[in-house]
């Protein structure tokens, strides 16, 4: 079993609560959706209908907000190599990889210096939305599903911050933050999801930049905010 | 008839370059088109051959879609289509069917007050212009068709060469979900539910289905004067 760092940091933009019945929190579900399949936001202003594309824009907003939320910074800035979770299925080429597409955006917002595909899903792993709670993937089963790209191995970045759509409990982060570490030992390593689950209980707003910890510990695992 | 053409980005909004991979050039609609925003849309999709219970199944779902005000789209196919739309309408839901021929073809001939029905009180869509050939080769680029207008596709139950297997497979490649009954799953006979599981697909069962509701899309902001909102 891998050393899984007890307490990893993590930095989030967005709140999105699954199961909240209010007007910003359904709406949330909509903006999650969205950029989980890299789709369109559909809306009205002033009664004409508009649409924009979610990750796009969301990759414009993180920029505006870096001098509004410094820690931004240390996610975000030239140095910074982003790789992309994996889908938690093996993909066949052509397939959407929402991860990738954020990447990119941040990229064409002049966010990062570059992005690298260093982690591939060699097997499915459980997704955590569908299961039992007893039945969630743990860091384990990420870290056992995943590989670093040969590739890459010989060529360690000046830092990395891995991106993901969605954190729910950091079940993911903890076991691919390990794979990262394993195979990039000096390298700083940051995770960074653009939403976070808030679950039970509404949002009050959908944008709300933070700074949190994910704690694994006997109990299991457990994230905050 | 009266039926509109358009583009499927005039009908869906600005499309993702997986998406528009596959998308057709055009769709012809015929109903209300207002259905598209009115919530989540998920396909009940399965064999023509159906068996007693997989149609039992496909009913169940749709009125459970029906309830949730998730519509429910579907191919207008005999077998689990057919027992989709009509469960969809008999509990006061919308369903979208969307045709392997043209608007002005019926395909069973046996549907044809079904899609008469729908294309009255619900949609249906066709990538097919009027006169166009009715071709074995239509139904499966329809599936794919079908993937893109959905939110979320479930294979009630197929066959290792059923078209409904294009379906699953596009819907996987869209990276939208994707679930498999879970007698389907654990059939031996069947190769398919095994390699979609492997790509993504998920088992519908008892405990699955709250989550797989909470996962949709609300579509609230289509309802809203409020800007984007973030």
């Known amino acids: 079993m891998p050393a899984f760092p007890s307490k990893l940091p993590f930095g989030a933009f967005l709140a999105y609560a699954p199961r909240g019945s209010s007007t910003a929190s359904k709406t949330s579900r909509d903006v999650a ?8 936001l559909r809306f009205t202003q002033g009664g004409a209908p508009a649409a ?71 097997k499915p792993v459980q997704k955590s939305a569908f299961a039992a709670p007893g039945q969630r993937p743990e860091p ?20 990395i911050t891995l991106i993901d759509d969605v954190v729910t409990r950091g079940s993911t982060f903890v076991g691919l933050y390990q794979r990262l570490r394993e195979a990039f030992p000096a390298v700083p390593i940051r995770c960074f999801a653009v939403v976070r689950t808030v679950s039970p ?25 | 008839m009266s039926y509109r053409t ?28 207002s259905i ?34 998730i519509v429910v789209v579907s191919g207008l196919a005999e077998g689990i ?13 919308r369903t979208i069917a969307v045709l392997g021929t043209p608007l002005d073809q ?33 139904f499966p680029l329809r599936n794919r068709t079908m993937a893109l207008l959905s939110d979320a596709t479930v294979i009630i139950e197929a066959t290792d060469t059923s078209g409904s297997l294009h379906q699953g497979w596009e819907a996987l490649r869209l990276g939208r979900l994707l679930f498999v009954t879970k007698s389907v799953a654990e059939n031996p006979a069947l190769t398919w539910p095994e390699q979609m599981l492997h790509y993504g697909a998920r088992v519908l069962s008892d405990e699955s289905l709250e989550g797989f509701f909470d996962l949709l899309p609300v579509r609230m902001t289509e309802g809203l004067d409020a800007g984007i909102p973030f």
Do not use: M
């Open chain 1, 33 to 40: 959706y969205a950029i989980k399949q890299d789709s369109t």
């Open chain 1, 52 to 122: 924009v594309r979610v990750i796009d824009y969301a990759a414009k907003r993180i920029g505006e907000e870096l001098r509004n939320h410094p820690f931004l910074n240390d996610y975000f800035n030239p140095s910074v190599t982003l790789i992309p979770v994996p889908r938690s299925s093996p993909t066949q080429p052509g397939t959407l990889w929402p991860s990738l597409r954020i990447c990119q955006a941040l990229i064409a917002q002049g966010l990062c210096g570059n992005v690298k595909t260093s982690l591939q899903r060699t």
């Open chain 1, 140 to 159: 384990a089963d990420h870290y056992d599903t995943v590989e670093v790209a040969p590739a890459d191995l010989f060529t360690a970045p000046q830092a």
């Open chain 1, 201 to 225: 209980g509404e949002v009050a707003s959908i944008l709300d930049p933070v700074q949190g910890t994910i704690t694994l510990s006997g109990s299991g695992l457990h994230r905050q905010p």
């Open chain 2, 6 to 33: 358009l583009t499927p980005e005039e009908l869906l909004g600005p499309l993702n370059e997986v998406e528009q991979k596959h998308a057709p050039k055009a769709l012809y609609v015929a109903g209300d088109t």
């Open chain 2, 36 to 69: 598209l925003h009115e919530g989540a849309r998920v396909s009940i999709v399965g064999a023509r051959k159906a068996s007693r219970e997989g149609l039992r199944r496909a009913a169940k779902l749709a009125s459970l879609l029906a309830q949730r005000g």
């Open chain 2, 81 to 93: 289509d057919t027992s989709a739309h009509e469960s969809a309408i008999k509990h006061g839901g």
């Open chain 2, 106 to 138: 019926v395909y069973p001939k046996k549907n044809a007050e079904l899609q008469h029905t729908i294309i009255r009180d619900h949609l249906a869509v066709s990538q097919y212009p009027l006169g166009y050939p009715v071709q074995p080769k239509n």
